[in-house]
Nanobody
């Protein structure tokens, strides 16, 4: 059974940092690109970042370029999102999922079940 478990969120002041983790199971993790997505109330879920199956290619939404870094450990079936210089507009519920498209122009998830997500709140 495909499963994603996100963790690492919390309350942080503007300018602070967080590291999110995504533990995946139930599929051949090392053969899929993985993406991070976030959702805020009243808005559609948006792609934040994605990483290729090998980890050699990464892409980011313009709003987080230069501040966020995605990485993965295929031995641990885990993807990370290092978030620096956080802004209030980064606030949201963050999810990970397999990425159907992972490019500089499009980060789209494979349709399927989502995990519980991890909440990030950036506020003073």
């Amino acid at each position: 059974q495909l499963q994603f478990v996100e963790s690492g969120g919390g309350l942080v002041q503007p300018g602070g940092s967080l590291r999110l983790s995504c533990a995946a199971s139930g599929f051949a993790f090392e053969t899929y690109a993985i993406g991070w997505f976030r959702q805020t109330p009243g808005q559609e879920r948006e792609g934040v970042s994605c990483i290729s199956s090998s980890g050699s290619v990464t892409n980011y939404a313009d709003s987080v370029k230069g501040r966020f870094t995605i990485s993965r450990d295929n031995a641990k079936n885990t993807v990370y999102l290092h978030m620096n210089s956080l802004k209030p507009e980064d606030t949201g519920l963050y999810y990970c999922a397999r990425a159907q498209f992972c490019s500089s122009n499009l980060i789209r998830p494979v349709r399927g079940s989502w995990g519980q997500g991890t909440q990030v709140i950036v506020s003073s």
